[in-house]
């Protein structure tokens, strides 16, 4: 009967079934005849009005309830077993949400039973189902439960959790109409399963692929970390088992970090603030980075690092990943020396040559003046000669110290003429005269800008290939000229290179050529057609890699039989030109230049080898200097100590038996001594020059020097220090 009040019936006899049936049909209380009076049906009534309250708001919440369920993903299931036990399963009553008989495959008019869920279990699922429900019968406990089910008519196979939780019914066993319950016996008359049915296959398969992420993060070499960023400050919230490992902390030491912990007295300062700016503003970074472990020592370490952004573009984490490459870089400086070593004795064998031609020149002419031989005009000829050689000999250990020093990366404006001769120099030396070379450059092949000790290795290794592969004779070719390209143009288009103009080298072999097969490889690290032991595989490899750093490419052209010609492109440098070649023959000039002169100031030359405190004694002392001489620091030290005041000028080598020139400088003026130092050395390089100046020098001269250099130099110092000395002071105003 559909209800719109509360209804309480008046019968002649409360018995069972008639209790029931009114029950049935919604009537909330009823009473024998006999038993009415004011006072009870007052106190029925009110009862009677809470309880169809009651009953309303239950039927709106269960409503609201469905209506929940039938929007949700998940399904919903009620199962009603009886109070007693013994005979589970006994169902009496089903409940199924809309949602879950679809997946069940139920019609509208068809009744969901437990079994309809028991058969679609998997293997050992439908026992373990009824073992887990009972369980919750019997303790009054939560139900979950991971089950293999099939939904569906093609039986589509899914996992799927059944959770929820057991309430029970009781009902006061008495009459309806009593409403002291207290004598009356309370029992469970049901127990009432509510539980949701959710798929998680997709849970599952995450959680499983997840933990294989994480499996392989453990076993990787490389280190993983992941940084949350609160209040623009990203701080380590984890760290892989390999970043712990390469960084030797433990995980409670890092959470909670700054990547930045890792830095330490030798990690560059430049890249220290690349890495906060990026893991403060969330931006990208790559580099490699001397970082230091828990136990203080340090280690080349390969960072990358990513920023991730939420749906709004807010910055909210930074992953990275990070490699400990020591040994990487161990291996490279290796090779690097193994290079310079290979490149050194093919340069060895150009220095001797040269030496000989310029020592044999100096042993002649000198033989001849000791004999007191020739004419006057043929002698100041030999002087001549053996000046020029000197000179030769002096360029020639200019380059061998340029190449020897192991400086960094400086780029600055390249003659690539000048760099392309000094190598065809080197290299007619070095191989047998078998092999012609033939260089031809361009009188105004552009400058560009460059390394020049990387440029000399490029050159080197093309060159050094060529006349490899033509084995013991052949035709090497070096032709250095400048060309303009369109974008278009092939060369550039293939690489990517922008529009201008560019210096082009070509080198040239007339060697067997390169198979097709290999043609493809030639430029891989590793690779090499040498014979083991032959060569590294890295001379091409190396090539292509700096000539790329300089914003040019390389291209091949070879013929089989016939030989191979690579061809560099190097952007020029805009409105410079080469500057015509000098020969190295030609006189110096300061050659014949006149000495300045000296008005018998007093010298102190300080230098280890007695034949140069000899010649420089001589040459002082016929331009109007007196001299002293001193062949060590403390020596040096003791006249100074003793003579300061008569000495007016110091010059001093810097490379001594027992110090330095700079130390003595700094020594002296350490002590109140002002005398001015000429500081002379053979290995000038800027570091040395600022050194000395910051020391107190007055000037840097380079060996070896000529001797009008030298008194131009005293006489710059002298100069100097009358401007000092005449300089109005304040009593002069």
């Not at 300089?550 to 089989?560: A, E, P, Q, Y």
């Not at 030359?605 to 002392?621: F, G």
């Not at 403390?634 to 003579?643: H, L, N, P, T, V």
Request: glycine letters at 8%.
């Amino acid at each position: 009967m559909s209800q719109r009040a509360p209804v309480v019936a008046l019968v002649e006899n409360l018995e069972s079934s008639v209790v029931e049936e009114l029950q049935q049909v919604g009537v909330i209380d009823c009473y024998e005849y006999d038993q009415v009076n004011p006072e009870l049906m007052d106190r029925a009534l009110r009862f009677a009005v809470r309880i169809f309250a009651m009953q309303q708001r239950l039927q709106h919440t269960q409503t609201a309830y469905e209506a929940a369920l039938e929007r949700s993903k998940c399904g919903f299931i009620q199962i009603v077993q009886g109070g007693d036990l013994k005979e589970f399963p006994n169902v009496q009553r089903a409940y199924a949400s809309p949602r879950l008989r679809t997946a069940l495959g139920l019609k509208d008019d068809e009744a969901f039973t437990l079994e309809h869920l028991l058969s679609r279990c998997r293997d050992i699922g439908r026992d373990r189902l009824l073992s887990e429900v009972r369980r919750c019968f019997e303790k009054e406990d939560r139900l979950r439960v991971l089950l293999r089910l099939q939904f569906g008519d093609a039986r589509k196979e899914c996992w799927c959790e059944i959770s929820g939780g057991v309430t029970t019914a009781t009902l006061a066993k008495g009459v309806m109409g009593d409403r002291d319950v207290s004598s009356a016996s309370i029992a469970v008359d049901e127990y009432v399963l509510n539980a949701l049915v959710r798929d998680v296959s997709s849970e599952l398969h995450l959680e499983s692929r997840l933990r294989l992420m994480n499996r392989a993060l453990e076993l990787s070499g490389d280190g993983f970390l992941l940084a949350d960023v609160e209040q623009g400050q990203a701080r380590l919230s984890y760290a892989s088992p390999g970043f712990l490992v390469n960084c030797g902390y433990r995980a409670q030491e890092l959470i909670g970090e700054a990547l930045t912990k890792l830095n330490g007295r030798d990690t560059d300062p430049q890249q220290e603030e690349e890495l906060e700016a990026a893991l403060s503003l969330g931006q990208h970074f790559f580099g490699e980075m001397i970082h230091y472990r828990a136990d203080g020592s340090k280690f080349w370490d390969e960072l990358k690092l990513s920023p991730v952004r939420d749906e709004s573009g807010n910055y909210t984490n930074m992953v990275g990943v990070q490699r400990d490459v020591t040994e990487r870089k161990r291996l490279e400086n290796q090779l690097e020396r193994a290079h310079k070593m290979e490149a050194l004795g093919l340069l060895a064998g150009g220095i001797a040559h040269d030496f000989n031609n310029i020592l044999s020149p100096l042993l002649g002419y000198t033989d001849l003046l000791l004999k007191d031989r020739g004419k006057p005009e043929e002698r100041r000829r030999w002087l001549e000669t053996i000046h020029r050689s000197i000179m030769r000999g002096s360029k020639l250990v200019e380059r061998i110290l340029a190449f020897a020093r192991n400086k960094p990366s400086e780029r600055g404006p390249v003659d690539l003429r000048t760099l392309v001769e000094e190598v065809s120099v080197i290299l007619r030396s070095g191989y047998p005269a078998s092999i012609q070379m033939k260089v031809q450059c361009e009188e105004q092949t552009p400058m560009i800008v460059g390394d020049l000790t990387q440029l000399h290795q490029v050159v080197m290794n093309l060159a050094k290939n060529g006349c490899q592969a033509m084995g013991e004779s052949g035709l090497l070719t070096i032709e250095l000229d400048s060309a303009e390209f369109e974008t278009s143009d092939s060369p550039l288009f293939d690489h990517g290179l922008a529009a201008g103009r560019y210096a082009r080298l070509r080198v040239t072999d007339t060697g067997p050529g390169i198979p097709p097969e290999v043609l493809p490889h030639i430029l891989e690290p590793f690779f090499s057609t040498k014979n083991s032991g032959g060569g590294t595989g890295l001379g091409l490899a190396e090539v292509h890699s700096l000539v790329a750093a300089h914003g040019g490419c390389i291209s091949v052209l070879t013929r089989l039989g016939t030989g191979t010609m690579f061809e560099i492109l190097v952007p020029a440098q805009v409105g410079e030109e080469a500057p015509a070649s000098v020969e190295e023959d030609m006189p110096s000039k300061d050659e014949g230049k006149p000495m300045d002169r000296g008005t018998s100031e007093m010298i102190l030359i300080v230098d280890d080898e007695e034949a140069v405190r000899e010649v420089m004694q001589d040459v002082l002392e016929s331009v109007g200097y007196q001299v002293c001489s001193a062949s060590c620091v403390k020596e040096a030290q003791a006249i100074m100590s003793r003579d300061h005041e008569s000495i007016d000028i110091l010059i001093c080598d810097h490379l001594l038996q027992d110090g330095k020139g700079v130390d003595l400088i700094r020594d002296l003026r350490s002590r109140g001594i002002d005398t001015p130092v000429v500081l002379s050395t053979g290995a000038l390089t800027e570091e040395l020059s600022d050194a000395a100046f910051s020391a107190g020098a007055s000037d840097v001269i380079a060996k070896p020097f000529s001797f009008s250099d030298l008194t131009s130099a005293l006489t710059r110092v002298q100069q100097a220090r009358s401007a000092v000395e005449i300089t109005p002071g304040a009593d002069s105003l």
